[in-house]
């Protein structure tokens, strides 16, 4: 627990100084429902100058600062204990853009960006299934979704970041600038830096989408059948889910796949369906504009909303698996998972990403030139610990099994971590990242939630 501070203290800002108890509760609590880490402060910056004089004050009282985004990270991540939120949802502008990028504040939800983008005929190349969440807090685990198989993680698609280091320094840094900075940022899980503003590479949009959802019986066609499609990259988009079948204790494997089209024009069904196995008899094909498609969670949140788990606990866990042993560790983890312990809005994915698609050197995978990612999206019921302890000690075990065959986790979970399991997880790639900490943050303030260099 840091030493407390006087809220007077806080420097003059041009935004907002929220000290009242509901701000900080609300800071203190975040998706997964589980952590409670209660800030003394927090702030709504009206500028990157506010970011960089509140990192700043923080850092020179050695005061934790965690800025956060949607707050839709599960196990503690934006929160600070006894310190500084910085609610970056203030801080949200799209501004107008010429030729083929965009550039946001990073509070700005991803729904913003594209609405901003889509009447420009452009869209992000990559955007993640759920689009509420904000620029920086994707930026800053990696950002994965269906098209991430031909395009990478979001921070692949990034050329420059407004970044405030943890000595309170606005720095533009890219690739050719300050790239140190550039690297140690990007999937870099807040540690070295708050970003206030992104330039984001976009791509031709196009209007319309074809999605089908593709049924199989058994997970080695259902993998074939990935591995395939995603080898020739003939879907714009590929996703998987793993579905509880009837009786208990069986699967539905069904592969989530879309091809982006404008009019007149129109997919190929025959050259894009014609040589997979699935079970023709439960297809379903949909056809939307390219914005429903991509809001696709919107009405599922209404409806978790509506019914209430959408406030229940998420111990959820992804892991990235390498491809010689993704078909053993699926098999052993759905024969080990009960829909009891999925959760009654649970959700399993499982989807291939080319590796060499990826070039964040923070994001961390195995070296297999496919990479899967899979993820347990349970979700606990409320008012019983034993649940969400349960699920996180599946978590713990899911983890180590695929640590143990070169695997990787996806750090957006709940999902305990000591700072020798960092270490570990970054592995050649950890020297560095330390050495931008040490540079970037010398009082170690920013970011605790994360756990990375012991601060939890
Ligand atoms: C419903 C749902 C769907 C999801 N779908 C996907 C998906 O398809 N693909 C995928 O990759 N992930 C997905 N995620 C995970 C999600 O991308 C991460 O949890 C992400 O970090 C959450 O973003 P946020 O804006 O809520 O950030 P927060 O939870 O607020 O913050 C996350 C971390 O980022 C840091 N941070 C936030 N803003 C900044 C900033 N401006 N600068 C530096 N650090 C910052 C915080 O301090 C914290 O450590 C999903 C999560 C949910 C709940």
């Known amino acids: 627990m840091p030493d407390l501070f006087a809220t007077t203290e806080l420097p003059g800002l041009d935004g907002e100084i929220r000290t009242a108890e509901p701000d900080l509760a609300a800071a203190a609590q975040d998706w997964g429902r589980l952590v409670q880490a209660r800030p003394q402060a927090v702030v709504r910056p009206a500028t990157p100058a506010d970011v960089a004089a509140v990192v700043r004050f923080a850092a020179d009282r050695g005061i934790p600062v965690a800025a956060r985004g949607s707050g839709h990270s599960p ?43 889509l009447p420009r005929g452009l869209t992000p190349p990559v955007l993640t299934d759920y689009l509420e969440l904000t620029v920086g807090g994707t930026l800053a685990v990696g950002g994965i979704g269906g098209a991430s198989h031909e395009h990478g993680a979001q921070t692949d698609t990034v050329t420059a970041l407004d970044v405030v280091t943890g000595t309170g320094e606005l720095v533009r840094c890219s690739a050719e600038r300050e790239p140190e900075l550039f690297d140690a940022v990007r999937a870099g899980l807040g540690q070295c830096g708050v970003i206030t503003r992104a330039t984001i590479r976009l791509r031709p949009a196009r209007q319309r989408t074809r999605r089908w959802k593709l049924s199989y019986a058994t997970l080695a066609g259902f993998l074939a059948d990935q591995r395939r499609v995603v080898g020739d990259g003939r879907f714009d988009y590929v996703e998987g889910q793993l579905l509880p079948g009837e009786p208990t204790g069986t699967w539905r494997y069904v592969l989530d796949a879309a091809s982006f089209y404008s009019l007149p024009d129109a997919p190929d069904e025959q050259a894009l369906l014609g040589d997979l196995s699935f079970d023709p008899d439960t297809a379903e094909a949909e056809d939307t504009t390219y914005h429903e498609f991509l809001d696709r969670m919107a009405d599922g949140e209404a409806e978790l909303r509506a019914e209430g788990s959408w406030f229940h606990p998420h111990p959820w866990v992804t892991v990235f698996l390498p491809d010689g042993e993704v078909e053993t560790v699926v098999a052993e983890a759905l024969a080990a998972t009960t829909p009891d312990d999925l959760g009654a809005s649970g959700l399993v994915l499982l989807y291939p990403v080319r590796r060499d698609r990826l070039a964040t050197p923070l994001l961390r995978v195995p070296s297999t030139e496919l990479v899967w990612l899979f993820a347990l999206l349970r979700t606990a019921r ?3 610990p034993a649940g969400p302890a349960r699920m996180v000690a599946g978590n713990t075990e899911l983890a180590e099994s695929v640590r143990a065959l070169g695997g990787t986790v996806y750090p957006a979970g709940m999902l305990p971590m000591s700072p020798p399991q960092w270490e570990d997880h970054f592995g050649e790639a950890w020297k560095t990242f330390e050495s931008a900490r040490q540079r970037h943050d010398p009082r170690g303030v920013l970011a605790p939630g994360q756990g990375v260099f012991g601060s939890r």
């Open 75 to 117: 196990f503690g991540q934006s929160q600070a204990e006894g310190g500084i939120v910085l609610d970056m949802t203030s801080l949200a502008r799209v501004y107008p853009g010429a030729g083929d990028e965009v550039v946001v504040d990073a509070g700005a939800r991803w729904h913003r960006v594209l609405r901003a983008t």
């Open 382 to 384: 409320p008012y019983d």
